[in-house]
């Protein structure tokens, strides 16, 4: 969430997690994980970088970030293998789809123009339109030619139209926030929105792809945006969080939207915020992406992952973007904070881990008086800023240079224990000998977290694990056993991983040249069993042209079923979900967390 952490923690995680010797057992970390030699070389843009693998020779994906046209029109796709007839509705995918304006090109990926996505499946029968979101942004960028709004790595320059003193006073105007919502499809109320970080959202028809209607959070809640990763109860009862921004400083607020509707019209009414926690470092907050939630309790996840307020709303005079105003402080701390979802009251415990970084959470769920989070991790959080579009074109060491210097992301399991009161001891794993991942309490409301790995060794040589997905409509908030997510051997995903947590066992899809976007989980009929499905994802094709397709697996063997090839380019997307034909609000199958 664009707009982290407490100040110098004291006692255990100082004395073990500071200075050097936290930067020294960081680098360990990261060098027993790859088997390599971190090594610190010179760089244009920064001082010293790490490089966290030595990989050569990865191919040119230039074509993965093309801007391409819309085709509003469903056409025809080729089907290789079967589709299986019971899967009948929409696999809906959002992301970015054009990436110059005239004569202007956008700085990163998360900037490009949303393009909108739907595989319509009937009776093993597959076709595939796609529509560009009509934003204001996107209105106003082909009006005048030129890109008219800032986004993330992209900073607008004045109207070339008005004169030299408009030009100059535009440059202390506060940036307007993009309504380019490009991340995901997310439901509310049973209503299909499309989302950003800001604090505009899209209603959109899932059929047609048409905008129907532009939602502003702020018109009903005192929030300045909200995720593109709600989570939803399942009686529809969907949270998010959203940051405010006042002369106290930052606000993270839990957000929390009713179920269903009281009129036909309306889209957020009824919202509330149900809890507020202070930034410490109130000009600097935490950027977070999405949160982790159980039966009971929302977890926001505090990490290093800094926004510097005042760069930002000076961007405009100094010519910074938002994503100049991102850093990462390995310095601090990562603090769990959780919130009951009944009465709204935050824990006073602080839960505390060594400095990290997590775009994306697998799962969350209560057992026995502990919490369990499985979320994907890095130690470092410098990635967000690698995505440039410049990057992604890059050929031969300079793409290898990137790749290497990103660190790879792996699933890993925090244990929290619930029941932290003024008998529980000191300096003791509160959560047994047996458990890996530890809880060791250091101060009254303090307790310092250490993680279990939820992967093999094997995982290593695909280069790590994103974009994480379970069967969330039977096993969200519950005690699971597989998630699927993609390989990252690559600047973006190039094979399929499922996970099997008992005994870390994976299954992988991959074919060479062929780069996979996030699977999805679509439980069959009656499934009885949680694997019991399909697993759907976009395939990218960059050095083929015109041979993009959707991707089906059976969820049980990880074998492939069949495939629908598009005729048309489409560049490689963030996140999508299943639209089924006739189902209820219910048993809707949405990717609520990225």
């Not at 085709?71 to 290789?80: A, C, G, H, L, S």
């Not at 989980?521 to 094709?541: H, L, R």
Request: with cysteine; aromatic share 10%; net charge negative.
């Amino acid at each position: 969430m664009l707009p982290v952490l407490e100040k110098r923690q004291t006692g255990f995680d100082t004395a073990l997690y500071s200075g050097e010797e936290k930067k020294a057992s960081a680098m360990e970390t990261i060098t027993q994980q790859q088997n390599i030699s971190p090594v610190l070389k010179k760089s244009k843009s920064r001082k010293n970088i790490n490089h966290f693998t030595d990989v050569h020779g990865l191919p040119c994906i230039e074509k993965i970030v093309r801007s391409v046209e819309e085709n509003p029109e469903p056409i025809e796709t080729n089907i290789t293998g079967e589709i299986p007839e019971w899967i009948n509705g929409s696999f809906l995918r959002n992301g970015p789809g054009k990436f110059e304006i005239g004569n202007q090109k956008f700085n990163h990926w998360f900037d490009g123009m949303a393009l909108l996505h739907q595989f319509k499946i009937t009776n093993g029968k597959v076709t595939y339109k796609s529509r560009f979101l009509s934003s204001d942004s996107y209105r106003g960028n082909n009006e005048h030619n030129r890109i008219t709004v800032s986004e993330f790595g992209t900073l607008t320059m004045p109207d070339p139209c008005k004169n030299f003193f408009q030009r100059f006073l535009s440059r202390f105007e506060l940036p307007k926030a993009t309504d380019n919502a490009n991340v995901s499809f997310v439901t509310y109320k049973g209503d299909y929105y499309v989302s950003t970080e800001t604090n505009v959202m899209h209603k959109v028809d899932p059929e047609t792809l048409e905008t129907t209607q532009k939602v502003d959070w702020s018109k009903f809640i005192a929030v300045n945006g909200a995720t593109a990763h709600p989570h939803t109860d399942p009686d529809g009862t969907t949270y998010n969080m959203g940051n405010s921004y006042g002369t106290k400083g930052a606000n993270y607020n839990i957000i929390k939207v009713p179920p269903t509707k009281n009129t036909a019209g309306e889209t957020l009414e009824g919202v509330t915020v149900l809890c507020s926690i202070p930034s410490v470092e109130k000009s600097q907050p935490s950027y977070y992406h999405s949160f982790a939630m159980s039966e009971n309790y929302v977890v926001f996840i505090e990490q290093p992952i800094k926004m510097d307020l005042l760069k930002i709303v000076t961007g405009k005079l100094t010519g910074k973007s938002i994503s100049d105003s991102i850093y990462w402080d390995p310095k601090l701390n990562t603090i769990f904070h959780l919130i009951h979802k009944q009465t709204g009251k935050l824990s006073t415990i602080k839960y505390l881990a060594q400095a990290l970084s997590t775009f994306h959470q697998i799962n969350a769920y209560e057992e026995d008086g502990f919490l369990i989070i499985d979320m994907c991790v890095a130690d470092d959080g410098q990635a967000i800023t690698n995505y440039n579009i410049q990057n992604l074109r890059k050929s031969g060491e300079d793409l290898d240079e990137v790749y290497n210097t990103l660190c790879r992301v792996f699933p890993r399991r925090f244990v929290l224990p619930l029941n932290v009161d003024s008998d529980t001891p000191y300096d003791q794993n509160l959560n047994g000998p047996d458990c890996i991942a530890t809880a060791i309490r250091t101060a009254k409301n303090k307790v310092f977290c250490t993680h279990e790995d939820l992967h093999g060794e094997d995982l290593h040589q695909y280069g790590g694990l994103e974009f994480p997905q379970i069967n969330y409509g039977k096993y969200n908030t519950r005690s699971y056993r597989y998630f699927y997510g993609c390989g990252f051997r690559h600047l973006v995903g190039d094979t399929l991983i499922k996970m099997d947590l008992q005994g870390k066992q994976m299954k992988v899809w991959e074919q060479p040249g062929l780069y996979p976007s996030e699977p999805v989980f679509v439980p069959s009929p009656n499934a009885t069993e949680e694997d019991d499905g399909v697993i759907m994802s976009v395939v990218i094709t960059p050095n083929k042209d015109k041979s993009t397709f959707l991707l089906v697996l059976d969820a049980k063997t990880f074998k492939e079923l069949g495939r629908a090839e598009v005729p048309v380019n489409i560049p490689y997307g963030f996140h999508g979900t299943f639209n089924a034909t006739r189902q209820t609000h219910s048993e809707e199958i949405n990717d609520c967390h990225l």
